[in-house]
């Protein structure tokens, strides 16, 4: 899971340039969506799935078009823009749906005894899906010629828009690929956690720490980050007692250690400055 939500932010950054911290509230949208095709109407769980996946990616391609795409320019108005979105969310979460929990029922039953472990098939379905998403992941950026255009943008967008590509059509089809990564977690964890308009911000927070952990724009780094973040809040949540309420800090003090003794992160991107 935040291995699918760390690539997609790098993906918009790497390309569009846009820290996006509305990001995780498509995730979280896409819960919600979930929930209620699945509970609410009572389509299957792989139907609810793909309509929840499509809608929240082009609700926001939609949103980029009507809210960030016209202040793109200035990163500041784009940040507070994507900050101001995230809310609107919550805000319409909580008015909809409530503050409540929602639980959404287990789509597999069982689990499996993996070295005297026992592992609930829903979790290895998480770990599946985003197995098969990161490889399609991989195979569009290096095997289409979309893939080539999103790498050649994030490699140099000037150069990109003048060599006669559509950058502001590259950084739209970037948007909606990034936000698809972030609506299959939301859709894939939803049955394991519950789903409440504040779901948002502790993927946020992790989120961060990956991306500067491994590099802000590097997929690779976002990768790995991943990993490494996610082993060490399961250390410290056997570790310590009540560790679970310490994940968030353990994150933040490994991204404030990262950015003060290496900035770049550990497969760090270098990005001209736009003239």
Same mark, same amino acid.
């Given at each position: 899971?935040?291995?699918?939500?760390?690539? +997609?932010?790098?993906?918009?950054?790497?390309?569009?340039?846009?820290v996006n911290i509305a990001h995780t509230a498509f995730y979280m949208l896409a819960a919600y969506c979930f929930y209620t095709l699945l509970v609410k109407t009572g389509l299957g769980f792989v139907l609810s799935g793909l309509i929840a996946v499509g809608a929240v990616t082009l609700f926001s391609v939609l949103c980029y078009r009507l809210v960030i795409e016209p202040v793109r320019e200035h990163e500041a108005a784009v940040l507070i823009a994507t900050i101001a979105l995230a809310l609107v969310f919550q805000e319409l979460m909580l008015f909809t749906f409530g503050g409540h929990f929602l639980g959404i029922p287990s789509t597999l039953e069982?689990?499996?005894r993996v070295l005297g472990v026992s592992i609930p098939y829903q979790r290895l379905l998480i770990l599946v899906v985003a197995g098969i998403m990161l490889a399609a992941v991989w195979f569009v950026?290096?095997?289409?010629?979309?893939?080539? &255009?999103?790498r050649a943008t994030a490699n140099d967008l000037e150069v990109a828009n003048l060599m006669g590509m559509n950058v502001h059509r590259v950084a739209m089809a970037t948007v909606a690929l990034s936000v698809s990564l972030a609506a299959v977690a939301g859709v894939v964890v939803a049955p394991v956690f519950v789903v409440d308009p504040f779901m948002w911000l502790a993927?946020?927070?992790?989120m961060l720490a990956i991306v500067v952990l491994g590099g802000l724009g590097s997929l690779k780094g976002s990768l790995i980050g991943a990993l490494i973040i996610g082993y060490v809040e399961a250390i410290t949540v056997f570790a310590?007692?009540? +560790?679970?309420?310490?994940?968030?800090?353990? &994150?933040?003090?490994?991204?404030?250690a990262v950015l003060l003794a290496r900035p770049e992160g550990l497969f760090g991107v270098a990005f001209?400055?736009?003239r």
């Open positions: 899971m935040y291995a699918l939500l760390a690539i +997609g932010f790098s993906l918009i950054f790497g390309v569009a340039r846009i069982g689990a499996v950026l290096y095997r289409t010629r979309l893939g080539l &255009a999103i993927p946020l927070v992790t310590v007692p009540a +560790g679970a309420y310490l994940k968030g800090a353990v &994150a933040l003090i490994i991204m404030v001209e400055e736009e």
